[in-house]
């Protein structure tokens, strides 16, 4: 017999009686080496095997959750698409402080998932009311929301709630297609800001009608699709662009029209903002040749469309105006780049490049490029490095020629 669908109610029901609640907490920490093993000791036990399955894999997706959630996870319940589509909280934090710094107290939290923006909406003293439509969905954000008696869920469909008693609403429209319970077949990512759960359109109706309002989608957005009027803020976390964020209303900030947020375990968020729109066909940096350094911004950077303000802010210019590297011949430390010490720059031919790799013993070749449309697996393949040594290449197309080149480069320490 198959194991009932993680998400699915057979699966999370068992979890919500005390005797689940206290299995659950009691197996501790996940260990995929000893899943095997739990699952024979909770059997001989005496717990019914649509238990075990249960708590088995709610504590692999707590396992999972650490890294969004921390500590927090432990104590948690999750679904699958649930966590997968759940905010960091080091990330709905940053959305929650708008609604502090706006002066909104009373803030819904439109297709709330799993809860993680209305846990951290309800930590900053905001009265949450969480509205989830799925049922089991609904349920187990309820749970995780337990610790805060100001946050509540309903479970309802969020276009047909009654905002008249709220000071600002909050976003995460559901960007992926239903899963059949049972079935076990995979969700499919959706690209129609339409075919988003609430739809796109009644997110701009909201803003339009003067509601404060503020959403998650995803950070492929194009800047075109940025509504007049928005905020558009890109957030990576740990080199991974997580999302953008539009504001509408006081959420957004007078001055700023576009803005990028690198965050990382290792200090404070950075930011880098506009106050100007994003105009492709307006390109005002600077282009030159390869210099001491090459500087590959941060990809919320790129996504903002603010790899020339970052030039600027490093006294740098760009290889090539279409491509986002950057290069200097001092190094600047900062948050919205890495940089590369460039050793030699060699032409973009494959035997050059061989040679190159067999002479210097390359065995370990890290392959970053842009511009160029072989992948780096393919390049790989092609140079057979073999050896002890290491080396980074930058694959890419420089100045107004659009010359091929590959920069041999060393990464500097951060």
């Given amino acids: 017999m198959a194991s009932p669908d993680a998400g699915s109610p057979s699966a999370i029901a068992p979890l919500l009686t005390p005797a689940g609640w206290e299995l659950l907490n009691r197996v501790g920490p996940y260990d995929e080496a000893e899943a095997l093993t739990l699952n024979e000791a909770l059997r001989r036990e005496g717990h019914p095997p649509e238990l075990v399955a249960a708590v088995l894999s709610q504590a692999r997706l707590r396992a999972r959750a650490t890294a969004k959630f921390g500590e927090f996870a432990r104590t948690m319940l999750f679904t699958p698409e649930g966590l997968e589509q759940a905010t960091r909280l080091s990330v709905a934090a940053l959305h929650a402080q708008r609604y502090v710094t706006a002066g909104l107290g009373r803030v819904a939290d439109l297709g709330c998932g799993i809860g993680a923006d209305a846990m951290a909406l309800a930590a900053l003293d905001r009265e949450v009311t969480a509205v989830e439509r799925d049922e089991t969905t609904a349920a187990v954000a309820t749970l995780n929301l337990m610790p805060w008696p100001n946050a509540r869920v309903v479970q309802a469909d969020a276009t047909a709630v009654d905002l008249t008693a709220v000071d600002g609403v909050w976003l995460d429209p559901a960007r992926r297609t239903g899963r059949t319970t049972g079935t076990g077949g995979a969700s499919r990512r959706l690209f129609d800001p339409e075919a988003f759960s609430p739809p796109f359109s009644f997110v701009t109706s909201l803003a339009a009608a003067g509601t404060p309002v503020g959403v998650k989608l995803g950070p492929g957005l194009a800047h075109d699709d940025v509504p007049a009027g928005a905020e558009a803020q890109w957030v990576s976390v740990d080199g991974g662009v997580a999302e953008v964020a539009l504001w509408f209303g006081p959420l957004r900030r007078p001055d700023v029209t576009r803005a990028?947020?690198?965050?990382?375990?290792?200090?404070?968020?950075?930011?880098?903002?506009?106050?100007?729109?994003?105009?492709?066909?307006?390109?005002?940096?600077?282009?030159?040749?390869?210099?001491?350094?090459?500087?590959?911004?941060?990809?919320?950077?790129?996504?903002?469309?603010?790899?020339?303000?970052?030039?600027?802010?490093?006294?740098?210019?760009?290889?090539?105006?279409?491509?986002?590297?950057?290069?200097?011949?001092?190094?600047?430390?900062t948050p919205f780049a890495r940089a590369y010490t460039v050793r030699e720059v060699?032409?973009?031919?494959?035997?050059?490049?061989?040679?190159?790799?067999?002479?210097?013993?390359?065995?370990?070749?890290?392959?970053?490029?842009?511009?160029?449309?072989?992948?780096?697996?393919?390049?790989?393949?092609?140079?057979?490095?073999?050896?002890?040594?290491?080396?980074?290449?930058?694959?890419?197309?420089?100045?107004?020629?659009?010359?091929?080149?590959?920069?041999?480069?060393?990464?500097?320490?951060?």
């Fill in 260 to 333: 990028a947020v690198v965050m990382s375990g290792h200090g404070a968020p950075a930011e880098l903002t506009s106050p100007h729109p994003f105009r492709p066909d307006a390109y005002d940096g600077a282009v030159g040749p390869v210099g001491t350094y090459v500087i590959e911004p941060d990809g919320a950077v790129i996504r903002a469309g603010l790899v020339t303000d970052l030039a600027r802010l490093l006294d740098a210019h760009q290889l090539n105006e279409q491509i986002a590297y950057l290069s200097a011949d001092t190094h600047v430390p």
């Fill in 346 to 414: 060699l032409p973009f031919h494959v035997k050059t490049l061989r040679a190159w790799v067999r002479e210097h013993r390359v065995g370990t070749l890290e392959i970053k490029k842009r511009g160029i449309s072989q992948t780096p697996e393919q390049v790989r393949r092609e140079l057979a490095p073999k050896g002890p040594g290491r080396a980074t290449l930058i694959l890419t197309r420089i100045g107004a020629t659009e010359k091929r080149v590959a920069i041999v480069a060393d990464p500097v320490p951060r």
